[in-house]
T-cell receptor, first 112, second 114 residues
Framework: QQQVKQSPQSLIVQKGGISIINCAYE??????FPWYQQFPGKGPALLIA?????SEKKEGRFTISFNKSAKQFSLHIMDSQPGDSATYFC???????????FGDGTTLTVKP | DAGVIQSPRHEVTEMGQEVTLRCKPI?????LFWYRQTMMRGLELLIY????????DSGMPEDRFSAKMPNASFSTLKIQPSEPRDSAVYFC????????????FGSGTRLTVV
């Protein structure tokens, strides 16, 4: 019930293309769904997050799409750039718990 | 704010030695998390504190691992004795629920046990 499943494990996209990473969860009590971006040698950094009362959130080239009935959410990176090459983690948090459950991560490579 | 500060950045130690990792969370954040990251196992939650009190230590691998948070601005993760399989990057993160649940991670400590 606490698991968050992330796919694909790795992704290669051409510069200018759209990168899509998917996550699925089981526990309907989760109420906060963040995405983190991690560059080599650095800690994960909060990129964008959504709550289940909205179906989409956009910040610049990054968009989260949220499907509550399917218990799925995804990260879309528009006009992908080589500088977006990193590992991306989805996560899900329970109300007031503070503790997040992380997906296994997706390594994105954007080719010039 | 300087963010979450971890020290040391790198640690190389011999098997059997004691290792202490340190973390200073962001001021005002009342939850602190210790994670371990390896290629094989990804990000693993070891323990987390809320208001300096350990809430969930079910991820601590064994008794060789211990963590403390003596005050709101400092936490330690200790491994005694260390083993080669403990080699990993250890991250500390803090957050300030309720209202926002996003974590701020430190830069990590890369531990190598030889």
């Amino acid at each position: 019930q606490q698991q968050v499943k992330q796919s694909p494990q790795s992704l290669i996209v051409q510069k200018g293309g759209i990168s899509i990473i998917n996550c699925a969860y089981e526990n309907t009590a989760f109420d906060y769904f963040p995405w983190y971006q991690q560059f080599p040698g650095k800690g994960p950094a909060l990129l964008i997050a959504i709550r289940p009362d909205v179906s989409e959130k956009k910040e610049g080239r990054f968009t989260i799409s949220f499907n509550k009935s399917a218990k799925q959410f995804s990260l879309h990176i528009m006009d992908s750039q080589p500088g977006d090459s990193a590992t991306y983690f989805c996560a899900a948090s329970l109300p007031h718990a503070g503790k997040s459950t992380f997906g296994d991560g997706t390594t994105l490579t954007v080719k010039p | 704010d300087a963010g979450v500060i971890q020290s040391p950045r790198h640690e190389v130690t011999e098997m059997g030695q004691e290792v202490t990792l340190r973390c200073k969370p962001i001021s005002g954040h009342n939850s602190l998390f210790w994670y371990r990251q390896t290629m094989m196992r990804g990000l693993e939650l070891l323990i987390y504190f809320n208001n300096n009190v350990p809430i969930d230590d079910s991820g601590m691998p064994e008794d060789r691992f211990s963590a403390k948070m003596p005050n709101a601005s400092f936490s330690t993760l200790k491994i005694q004795p260390s083993e080669p399989r403990d080699s990993a990057v250890y991250f500390c993160a803090s957050t300030a629920p309720p209202g926002t649940y996003g974590y701020t991670f430190g830069s990590g400590t890369r531990l190598t046990v030889v």
